[in-house]
């Protein structure tokens, strides 16, 4: 298995598409890493991660378990497409427009959010996004 190493570089962007996928990319990183016991402060099917398996249907032990025997990226899209042909590719296109848009909702989300913005991109000003805000303190913005 290719593992990162999370406590030395960040898992990828969760912009980055793999399959038509906005978070996969990255959620395979931090399960890789979580499996290896690399992953640092990164956590597997944390709330950003269940919003990919709540839309998909997809089982995080079940998709961990895949991980863990090696497969690759198109392996697990592989998968990941055979779990989702419920979906349609215009809902698989709206859910992924609507994730990278996703700002915070609730009262105290916002305040989390302002605090997170403070602490970790106060340079970034435009922020209002959590995928902005997740490429900001990874130093991608």
Not at 91 to 106: G, K, L, M, N, V
Request: aromatic share 12%; hydrophobic share 40%.
């Amino acid at each position: 298995m290719n593992a990162p190493d999370l406590r030395k570089t960040f898992p990828r962007s969760p912009t980055e598409a793999l399959g038509g996928f906005v978070l996969l990319a990255r959620i395979i990183d931090k399960c890789r890493a979580v499996i290896a016991g690399t992953n640092g402060e990164y956590n597997y099917n944390c709330p950003l991660d269940r919003r990919f398996f709540d839309f998909t249907g997809i089982d995080a032990d079940e998709f961990k378990a895949l991980v863990a025997t090696g497969a690759n990226d198109d392996e697990v899209l592989a998968w990941v497409k055979d779990k989702t042909q419920h979906l349609s590719a215009d809902q698989i296109a709206a859910w992924c427009y609507d994730t990278r848009r996703r700002a915070p909702q609730s009262v105290e989300e916002k305040a989390f959010f302002e605090n997170y913005w403070r602490k970790f991109a106060p340079h970034a000003r435009h922020i209002s996004a959590w995928f902005e805000m997740l490429d900001a303190e990874e130093k991608r913005l």
